[in-house]
């Protein structure tokens, strides 16, 4: 189960010369701040899988509900970015970020691994792809599936810490997070087939992740 009824998802790389930089301040520094926001529960970062997973890393940050991530002290902080956010953002490459209600989320637990799948999804077909996922979660060594769509209006907003940025994608209209315990049990996990099949629109933008980092609730002082 998620930590929350609301999530920011973020799939962004990173330059190669910035990426020493980039580890020391989203571990130590950006992660924490995140987290340390009242209504924010738990950040994890996770690192692409494999060669064909691009863009290279996903940050999962789980809250309350979406009026957390739409509330004055998210962006008190969107508006007033560190240097160390300002300098390591500016080197983000291929940037998607959602802000995104949490429609389904189901299993025991979170999985070292986990498999992201972006695509789009009319109204009328939610209750089809809601069904997908709950019955993934019963999949073997599953231990978590998440279904998710963004808020396209709070997703577009434009604040201090993205301004001049040209690195950022259009964020998803919906999103699938499937956690396992290894990449393996990840194969054939809602192939686009069975997506399409339910109502859901491509292309399928699939990533397979591991986890790197997780930072749970703490209080931060920038």
């Not at 130590?28 to 064909?52: K, L, Q, S, T, W």
């Amino acid at each position: 189960m998620l930590a929350g009824e609301a999530v920011v998802a973020i799939w962004n790389g990173i330059a190669p010369e910035a990426r020493e930089s980039f580890y020391d301040w989203h571990v130590n520094e950006h992660m924490p701040e995140r987290v340390g926001i009242p209504g924010f529960r738990r950040g994890r970062r996770y690192i692409a899988a494999d060669a064909d997973t691009a863009p290279e890393f996903f940050t999962l940050y789980e809250a309350d509900a979406m009026p957390v991530l739409q509330g004055q002290d998210y962006a008190n902080r969107l508006n007033d970015p560190t240097q160390g956010t300002s300098a390591n953002t500016s080197q983000f490459r291929d940037t998607s970020r959602a802000l995104a209600r949490v429609l389904v989320s189901h299993g025991p637990g979170a999985g070292g691994v986990a498999l992201t799948i972006r695509f789009d999804c009319d109204a009328q077909h939610m209750l089809a792809i809601r069904a997908l996922v709950r019955a993934t979660s019963e999949a073997r060594r599953i231990t978590g599936a998440h279904l998710c769509q963004a808020d396209a209006d709070a997703s577009a907003v434009r604040t201090v810490e993205t301004r001049g940025r040209a690195d950022i994608q259009p964020p998803p209209a919906c999103f699938i997070l499937v956690e396992a315990t290894d990449a393996v049990a990840l194969t054939h996990i809602l192939e686009d087939r069975a997506l399409s099949g339910a109502g859901a629109r491509g292309p399928f933008l699939r990533g397979v992740y591991r986890l790197e980092y997780t930072r749970t609730k703490t209080a931060f002082a920038p």
